[in-house]
Nanobody, 119 residues
């Protein structure tokens, strides 16, 4: 099992910045990728950004150029730097980790951290 602890959500005004972090803990696992998804009320969960163990990153179209994902491999922590926040970024943000135990792959989701952008 991998436990995820998310932090960094909160309220912001348009144009502000916030940084989310997600720390994975457990034993006997190997992380393959980490990422962030978000879900606004009445909407489907969508990809924000993910980062593979290779360092390759992928971003949702609506956040390209504004958000940056990074990872501290030694700490099994993923960060999401969110700049130029807009009201449309308001959502519950979930951390997702793809990991392997032996040769079997698993996925773990965090509980979610709320980001609210309003003036």
């Amino acid at each position: 099992q991998v436990q995820l602890v998310e932090s960094g959500g909160g309220s912001a005004q348009p144009g502000d910045s916030l940084t989310l972090s997600c720390a994975a803990s457990g034993t006997g696992f190997e992380i393959r990728g980490m990422g962030w998804f978000r879900q606004a009320p009445g909407m489907q969960r969508e990809l924000v950004a993910n980062i593979h163990i290779s360092g390759d990153t992928n971003y949702g179209d609506s956040v390209k150029g504004r958000f940056t994902i990074s990872r501290d491999g030694a700490q099994n922590t993923v960060y999401l730097q969110m700049n130029s926040l807009q009201p449309e970024d308001t959502a519950l943000y979930y951390c997702k980790v793809d990991f392997r135990v032996g040769t079997t792959g698993f996925v773990s989701w965090g509980q979610g951290t709320q980001v609210t952008v309003s003036s």
